[in-house]
């Protein structure tokens, strides 16, 4: 695994191990229980910097900052929408590679507590090149690190606006920039990460991998992974069609995804989600919900339908609400658990990679890793 961690940088401290933070102070004739300390100090987001680790002497914090970087994320801007309920954050990395996460709020309703869902970037680009996907249309950039991933969350939890308290109740979906699944061994580094209790500590059931199909990864998943969420992006139930819109059909068509999905039901017993995003006139026909409904009956699935959000590089629009509710309720009839998603976000183009490529030309206005605090209103 060659690190994808910008030349001339230090390690990002949400990355290092604790074996290897141990050793560090030991070489500092410092007790083990630093380590945990500094672990702690900023996994919890309490800290925006070194110098802020109030628990550890002066002296340790200067030398921690100098063969560590607090955070992996250099600047930062955000976006706000829908009543500041939903925000995007652009992320500029290092080596100048910007990458976009999401927060959504979704306030108590009807016996629901409060939520929030983070939506991560796990690559700079992606390399499927779904035509409706505004990261595909942009080609592939680079993996991730493990530190690049977690930090977004951990940027979240740090930001004095959001008020990310460790044991508030917070998804991590990975549906931002990037196929998480080409980039497996960092995307599975980071989620122990933000699994691990004494770490980030994000109960496995609040994570969800999403996936264009890479049918081998899927398969390690469920081995490797077996508490976390899978889903799988179809967005169409037959090869002809799902080769145009999720290229990487052509190489793992739609029987391979269903049966790695099918594997990964069985053995750990989690419900797949089946996304499907809804484009007009192309993928939302009666046939095609009848097709689906073959596909996603008789097994631990569910359809998860999202209407497209329109990009400046395709001509696409999305399926209007009735055409929506008509294919939900095709599903529906069949016996097949279905849910439209809501659209938040549109305003800022939540969904992926599209407001990267606006700001493409401009410094982003905040500090170092700070949280970004004037916010842009839309
Ligand atoms: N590469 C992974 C995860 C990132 S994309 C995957 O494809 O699953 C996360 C989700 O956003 C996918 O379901 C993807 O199809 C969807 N998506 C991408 N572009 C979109 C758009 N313009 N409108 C609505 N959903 C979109
Ligand atoms: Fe990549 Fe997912 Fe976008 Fe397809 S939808 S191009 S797999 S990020």
């Given at each position: 695994m060659t690190d994808p961690r910008p030349a001339g940088t230090a390690p990002a401290i949400s990355?290092?191990?604790?074996?290897?933070?141990?050793?560090?102070?030991?070489?500092?004739g410092e007790p083990?229980?630093?380590?945990?300390?500094?672990?702690?100090?900023?996994?919890?987001?309490?800290?925006?910097?070194?110098?802020?680790?109030?628990?550890?002497?002066?002296?340790?914090?200067?030398?921690?900052?100098?063969?560590?970087?607090?955070?992996?994320?250099?600047?930062?801007?955000?976006?706000?929408?829908?009543?500041?309920?939903?925000?995007?954050?652009?992320?500029?990395?290092?080596?100048?590679?910007?990458?976009?996460?999401?927060?959504?709020?979704?306030?108590?309703?009807?016996?629901?507590?409060?939520r929030t869902t983070i939506?991560?970037?796990?690559?700079?680009?992606?390399?499927?090149?779904?035509?409706?996907?505004?990261?595909?249309?942009?080609?592939?950039?680079?993996h991730l690190s493990a530190a690049e991933i977690v930090d977004q969350v951990l940027w979240w939890r740090r930001s004095a606006e959001h008020g990310l308290d460790p044991e508030r109740h917070v998804n991590v979906v990975f549906m931002g920039m990037g196929e998480p699944l080409h980039n497996a061994d960092r995307v599975f580094a980071s989620v122990w990460i933000l699994n691990d209790p004494a770490r980030v500590g994000i109960g496995a059931r609040h994570l969800t991998v999403s996936t264009s199909g890479v049918v081998p990864a899927m398969l390690r998943m469920t081995d490797e992974l077996p508490q976390v969420n899978l889903a799988i992006s179809l967005h169409a139930a037959h090869d002809e069609l799902r080769d145009e819109l999720v290229p990487i059909n052509r190489k793992w068509p739609v029987a391979e995804v269903?049966?790695?999905?099918?594997?990964?039901?069985?053995?750990?017993g989690r419900r797949v989600s089946l996304e499907y995003v809804m484009i007009d006139g192309v993928n939302d026909s009666p046939e095609e919900a009848g097709r689906l409904a073959e596909l996603a009956r008789g097994w631990l699935c569910h359809v998860n339908l999202?209407?497209?959000?329109?990009?400046?590089?395709?001509?696409?629009?999305?399926?209007?609400?009735?055409?929506?509710?008509?294919?939900?309720?095709?599903?529906?009839?069949?016996?097949?658990?279905?849910?439209?998603?809501?659209?938040?976000?549109?305003?800022?183009?939540?969904?992926?990679?599209?407001?990267?490529?606006?700001?493409?030309?401009?410094?982003?206005?905040?500090?170092?890793?700070?949280?970004?605090?004037?916010?842009?209103t839309v």
């Amino acid at each position: 695994m060659t690190d994808p961690r910008p030349a001339g940088t230090a390690p990002a401290i949400s990355e290092v191990a604790t074996d290897a933070l141990v050793a560090w102070f030991a070489d500092r004739g410092e007790p083990a229980y630093r380590a945990r300390q500094v672990i702690a100090g900023v996994s919890a987001g309490r800290a925006r910097d070194f110098a802020e680790l109030t628990d550890l002497p002066l002296r340790l914090r200067a030398a921690l900052a100098e063969d560590y970087r607090f955070s992996s994320i250099t600047a930062t801007e955000v976006i706000r929408t829908d009543q500041g309920l939903t925000e995007k954050a652009v992320h500029e990395l290092g080596d100048g590679q910007r990458i976009e996460s999401v927060l959504m709020r979704y306030p108590a309703r009807g016996g629901h507590a409060e939520r929030t869902t983070i939506c991560i970037s796990s690559q700079a680009g992606c390399a499927v090149g779904c035509p409706f996907c505004a990261t595909g249309q942009g080609g592939f950039g680079r993996h991730l690190s493990a530190a690049e991933i977690v930090d977004q969350v951990l940027w979240w939890r740090r930001s004095a606006e959001h008020g990310l308290d460790p044991e508030r109740h917070v998804n991590v979906v990975f549906m931002g920039m990037g196929e998480p699944l080409h980039n497996a061994d960092r995307v599975f580094a980071s989620v122990w990460i933000l699994n691990d209790p004494a770490r980030v500590g994000i109960g496995a059931r609040h994570l969800t991998v999403s996936t264009s199909g890479v049918v081998p990864a899927m398969l390690r998943m469920t081995d490797e992974l077996p508490q976390v969420n899978l889903a799988i992006s179809l967005h169409a139930a037959h090869d002809e069609l799902r080769d145009e819109l999720v290229p990487i059909n052509r190489k793992w068509p739609v029987a391979e995804v269903l049966d790695a999905g099918q594997q990964f039901a069985a053995r750990t017993g989690r419900r797949v989600s089946l996304e499907y995003v809804m484009i007009d006139g192309v993928n939302d026909s009666p046939e095609e919900a009848g097709r689906l409904a073959e596909l996603a009956r008789g097994w631990l699935c569910h359809v998860n339908l999202i209407p497209l959000n329109p990009t400046p590089a395709s001509p696409w629009s999305g399926t209007p609400r009735e055409g929506i509710d008509r294919f939900a309720s095709v599903l529906r009839e069949a016996g097949v658990a279905t849910t439209i998603r809501d659209t938040r976000g549109r305003s800022i183009e939540a969904a992926c990679g599209q407001l990267h490529a606006q700001l493409a030309k401009r410094p982003l206005r905040s500090a170092a890793g700070l949280p970004e605090l004037e916010l842009v209103t839309v």
